[in-house]
T-cell receptor
Framework: GAGVSQTPSNKVTEKGKYVELRCDPI?????LYWYRQSLGQGPEFLIY????????DSGLPNDRFFAVRPEGSVSTLKIQRTERGDSAVYLC????????????????FGPGTRLTVL | GENVEQHPSTLSVQEGDSAVIKCTYS??????FPWYKQELGKRPQLIID?????GEKKDQRIAVTLNKTAKHFSLHITETQPEDSAVYFC??????????FGKGTKLSVKP
């Protein structure tokens, strides 16, 4: 079946602007994760959804970042007043359940959105 | 907090040689240790994983070992091929199922 998809693949914006990044998880996956990957680094966790609710948003860097998943499927990551330091690849991943440190659910990643803030 | 250290950061080998990547971690309750491969400009993809009740797992040319007492785990690739060139990440699973990635090892396999 279809994998995780993300749109847009690339987004260039100006400092101070608002952006939205979209993630379509694998159908039936209840767990959805957002990560941010800076150049030369591993992905860093931002937020985790279990169904419609944000189960853990401890990775969001500040209150300019927030994300929603209103119907438990598609998620949107929203960044207000973008800064140059927000430039990175934003990755979304989904897994079937993803409930705990003991979970062995595989997380499947999307291709990412490359955000460039000028 | 949970943290994983990975080394080396870069590794260059001749085609056919073996490659070994090592990771150590602290303060993790994780019972599951996946490894992801990321080719340039592509998404991370799971290549192999190991659970804490197993000390070693092998899948064709790739093997992983885990020593949970010593808190370290390793990836071994034998008979390397140019298509193995990529960045490899060792990963912990956090308390919410979030993945905690190492900084990555850039493997270059020279033909």
């Amino acid at each position: 079946g279809a994998g995780v998809s993300q749109t847009p693949s690339n987004k260039v914006t100006e400092k101070g602007k608002y952006v939205e990044l979209r993630c379509d998880p694998i159908s039936g996956h209840t767990a959805l994760y957002w990560y941010r990957q800076s150049l030369g680094q591993g992905p860093e966790f931002l937020i985790y959804f279990q169904g419609t609710g944000a189960a853990d948003d401890s990775g969001l860097p500040n209150d300019r970042f927030f994300a929603v998943r209103p119907e438990g499927s598609v998620s949107t990551l929203k960044i207000q007043r973008t800064e140059r330091g927000d430039s990175a690849v934003y990755l979304c991943a989904s897994s079937l359940t993803g409930i705990s440190a003991g979970s062995t659910d595989t997380q499947y990643f999307g291709p990412g959105t490359r955000l460039t803030v000028l | 907090g949970e943290n994983v250290e990975q080394h080396p950061s870069t590794l260059s080998v001749q085609e056919g040689d073996s490659a070994v990547i090592k990771c150590t971690y602290s303060d993790s309750a994780s019972n599951y240790f996946p490894w992801y491969k990321q080719e340039l400009g592509k998404r991370p993809q799971l290549i192999i994983d190991i659970r804490s009740n197993v000390g070693e797992k092998k899948d064709q040319r790739i093997a992983v070992t885990l020593n949970k007492t010593a808190k370290h785990f390793s990836l071994h690739i034998t008979e390397t091929q140019p298509e193995d060139s990529a960045v490899y990440f060792c990963v912990l699973v956090g308390s919410q199922g979030n993945l905690i990635f190492g900084k990555g090892t850039k493997l270059s396999v020279k033909p």
